[in-house]
């Protein structure tokens, strides 16, 4: 199973930009890579997720290199309204297809103003 | 914006008593999954569902946990009897993932507001 391994904790303020770095050494070939979002008392939500290179939406951008092996989520201009807890997911196939993802603990973003 | 329904949202309960938890998945949605969130740690898969068939309860603790989903829409996890190391948010995602669609689809899951569940 790839593993992944992202910060404990970051802090930041409000209006600067973000970049939370996340490696997967062990990423296979077929794999994706995933971040959710996670506010207290609810469910994890889906950000972001790409394959290579660079994707962005309207909420982030995320930046994958060639070998693949790290991935960074870049924030723009965070608010108080981004302190959450962020995860960096790298999808795995062991059920004939069906994906599985594995959860760490993920980073903890507070947002000062 | 369709959601994902939970029901309770809070529940207390002794322990070895049964408790249940229900989920209704976004419609449309073939796979469904439910994980267990311990304070301070990410989300652990329990079981995951492909329409009304388990294709992965590996991390199930079949001794005392089940899991349904008889029409393959809503869902049961049912606990009994709890333990006090049972006590954790319950969430229940869904997405459109299947074995004939692309596989990136199934990384994108959508989660509800989960079930608080305390065992004293």
């Known amino acids: 199973l790839a593993k992944t391994t992202q910060p404990i904790s970051m802090d930041s303020y409000e209006g600067q930009e973000v970049n939370i770095t996340c490696s997967h050494n062990?990423?296979?070939?077929?794999?994706?890579i995933t971040w959710y979002q996670q506010f207290p008392s609810q469910g994890p939500r889906f950000i972001i997720q790409?394959?290579?290179t660079k994707v962005t939406n309207e909420v982030a951008s995320l930046f994958i290199p060639a070998d693949r092996k790290s991935s960074t989520l870049s924030l723009p201009r965070v608010s108080l309204s981004d302190t959450a807890v962020y995860y960096c997911?790298?999808?795995?196939?062991?059920?004939?297809?069906?994906?599985?993802?594995?959860f760490g603990a993920g980073t903890r973003l507070a947002v000062h103003p | 914006e369709a959601e994902v329904a939970q029901s309770p949202r809070y529940k207390i309960t002794e322990k070895s008593q049964a408790v249940a938890f229900w989920c209704d998945p976004i419609?449309?949605?073939?796979?469904l999954y439910w994980y267990r969130q311990i304070l301070g740690q990410g989300p652990e898969l329990l079981v995951q569902?492909?329409?009304?068939?388990?294709?992965?309860d590996s991390q199930l603790p079949k001794d005392r946990f089940s899991a349904e989903r008889l029409k393959g829409v809503d869902s049961t996890l049912k606990i009994q009897p709890a333990e006090l190391g049972d006590s954790a948010m319950y969430l229940c995602?869904?997405?459109?993932?299947?074995?004939?669609?692309?596989?990136?689809?199934?990384?994108?899951?959508?989660f509800g507001p989960g079930t608080r569940l305390t065992v004293t």
């Open positions: 995602a869904s997405s459109l993932a299947a074995k004939d669609r692309p596989p990136e689809r199934s990384y994108e899951q959508y």
């Open positions: 062990n990423i296979a070939t077929n794999d994706y």
């Open positions: 790409g394959y290579k």
């Open positions: 997911l790298v999808g795995d196939t062991p059920y004939g297809g069906y994906n599985k993802l594995i």
């Open positions: 419609s449309g949605h073939a796979t």
């Open positions: 569902f492909q329409d009304e068939s388990v294709v992965d």
